[in-house]
């Protein structure tokens, strides 16, 4: 296993605007996923994708948009958002029917809304 | 009531020192436990799967009690580099819950 790749590592955005995150691994995961984590909180779930179909919303608001474009890629666009939004935004992958689900995590795009 | 509680510490302990913690979960139905470790401003990386049978990993050795629902993890020798967040979670297909993680500052 190698690792997850999230890209930007540091995002700024006004209330208005509209932004993607990108998520991107090459380990054959075919399980993605998308966390948000606050200061000193443990991080909660909001999307997950099994074989590239949306399996999981945990009710989410729809100012955050999920797409799967392919196996190896995972996006979260975002707009509209609200400061309290701001947080470290975590992708992560597995290898889903192992019973097992060992979580490798991107470094995080951490994510400020002025 | 949360899925996994932690006693979120923290333990501040001097190098050299063995230091125990445990998490408890709510739900029967978590079929895989797991403890993560997480640095300050870093994203969470594995540290080891929990079995029952009890199971090592260097100076690790993670426990699981499916009777009493209760997970713990003991870190012997501690180093200075075992000062960080440590997460207890359970896994249930591929909804994970994690709990709110327990500090370990580990001093010279």
């Known amino acids: 296993d190698t690792e997850v790749t999230q890209t930007p590592k540091h995002l700024v955005m006004g209330m208005t605007n509209k932004k993607s995150l990108k998520c991107e691994q090459h380990m054959g995961h075919r399980a993605m996923y998308w966390y948000k984590q606050k200061a000193k909180k443990p991080p909660e779930l909001m999307f997950v994708y099994s074989y590239e179909k949306l399996s999981i919303n945990e009710s989410v608001p729809s100012r955050f948009s999920p797409e799967c474009p392919n196996s190896s890629l995972l996006n979260l666009h975002l707009h509209a958002l609200q400061p309290e939004d701001s947080a470290l935004y975590l992708c992560?992958?597995?290898?889903?029917?192992?019973?097992?689900?060992?979580?490798?995590f991107g470094s995080g795009t951490q994510l400020s809304v002025l | 009531r949360k899925e996994v509680e932690q006693d979120p510490g923290p333990f501040n302990v001097p190098e050299g020192a063995t230091v125990a913690f445990n998490c408890t979960y709510s739900n029967s139905a978590s079929q895989s436990f797991f403890w993560y470790r997480q640095d300050c401003r870093k994203e969470p990386k594995l540290l080891m799967s929990?079995?029952?049978s009890g199971n090592e990993d260097g100076r690790f050795t993670a426990q699981l009690n499916r009777a009493s629902q209760y997970i713990s993890l003991l870190i012997r020798d501690s180093k200075l580099s075992d000062s960080a967040t440590y997460l207890c979670v359970g896994s249930n297909d591929y909804k994970l819950s994690f709990g709110a993680g327990t500090t370990v500052t580990v001093r010279a």
């Open positions: 929990v079995y029952s």
């Open positions: 992560a992958s597995s290898r889903p029917g192992t019973g097992s689900e060992k979580l490798f």
